[in-house]
């Protein structure tokens, strides 16, 4: 396996408050790297080491044939974060924010290079529209356009798709996916679960502390948790049911479907079996609970 990024024992502080413990972690070139935990778990910071944004305070690390802490410069020229540099300007078009993020980067041979973009983005016939026009799904085309202006081996996305609607979410991850095919290094944090789902490595961080590391089905299988999505009338009123069992981490109505994360012990199966026939049970393996806070599910 070839490593784009290699960190050992990587710590980082803000003030006296340490947001990152210890980290080691190891990402494949050509792969979507996830990272899930909850807010403030240090997903971003941990991201921003990697991209060269931060700087760590100990431990050791390199990104592709750069060292984290004293070539930081160096990281940033072959990086690109999608949701922190990229501000496209409402009244220009998407040509226009193209061709002045391009210059602003100093992208060589700017015009075919945007050309080129916009026609594996799909984004051709797009390139006389306002931003204004467009919607947030076709916005955030744009961003990662921008965003691969300079040809960069490691793309950050940090929760690139908050608030856009699932169909849209789900062609851009495809996108990210052919980008990733093609040797590109992606790491990107999300509360999705389905998104997680789709990366080919996830890290799953708690309080700065990186708990797991591994594909999703190792990494649910690490939380030892089972989620059974719940179909049928009174969800709320078995929502609270669910709650009250300790076994049960989170009880979450998505949808018209109440899903149910514990534990996998015998009170919580012989619970679930006790439900009435109008219930229809279905056990998923894909919602990393513990990693999606209900209001993000919800939204
Ligand atoms: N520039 C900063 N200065 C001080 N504290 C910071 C800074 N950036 C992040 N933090 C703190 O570091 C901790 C980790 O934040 P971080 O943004 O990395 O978490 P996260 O897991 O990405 O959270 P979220 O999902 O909310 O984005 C948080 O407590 C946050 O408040």
Redesign the pocket.
């Known amino acids: 396996m070839e490593y784009s990024i290699a960190l050992r024992g990587v710590s980082k502080f803000?003030?006296n408050?340490q947001?990152?413990k210890d980290i080691s972690l190891d990402v494949s070139v050509g792969k979507i790297t996830g990272?899930v935990?909850?807010?403030?778990?240090?997903?971003?910071?941990?991201?921003?080491v990697i991209s060269g944004l931060?700087r760590p305070d100990s431990g050791a690390g390199r990104c592709y044939s750069f060292d984290v802490f004293r070539e930081a410069e160096q990281i940033r020229q072959i990086s690109s974060d999608m949701s922190q540099n990229i501000s496209l300007s409402d009244n220009l078009t998407v040509k226009e924010n193209l061709l002045f993020l391009a210059k602003a980067r100093n992208v060589p041979y700017a015009q075919r290079r945007i050309d080129c973009l916009t026609d594996t983005l799909d984004l051709t016939h797009l390139s006389d529209e306002c931003v204004l026009h467009l919607t947030k799904a076709l916005k955030l085309r744009v961003s990662l356009a921008a965003s691969l202006l300079h040809s960069p081996a490691i793309l950050m996305l940090?929760?690139p798709t908050a608030g856009i609607a699932t169909g849209a979410r789900r062609e851009f991850w495809e996108r990210l996916e052919r980008l990733a095919a093609g040797k590109m290094t992606i790491l990107v944090?999300t509360?999705y679960s389905d998104e997680a789902e789709r990366c080919h490595h996830l890290v799953r961080?708690n309080n700065?502390r990186l708990l797991t590391s591994g594909s999703a089905q190792e990494v649910v299988h690490s939380l030892g948790l089972a989620t059974f999505a719940i179909r049928g009338p009174d969800l709320l009123k078995l929502k609270y049911q669910f709650s009250d069992l300790l076994e049960v981490e989170q009880t979450v109505i998505f949808r018209h479907t109440l899903y149910v994360t514990g534990r996998c012990c015998d009170s919580l199966l012989s619970n679930i079996r006790m439900l009435p026939l109008r219930y229809k049970v279905e056990q998923v393996s894909s919602v990393l609970a513990a990693s999606v806070t209900a209001g993000q599910m919800s939204s």
Request: proline share 4%; aromatic share 8%.
């Open positions: 803000f003030g408050r947001v990152l990272f935990g909850p807010d403030g778990s240090g997903k971003t910071t941990l991201m921003r931060e940090d929760e944090s509360h961080m700065g």
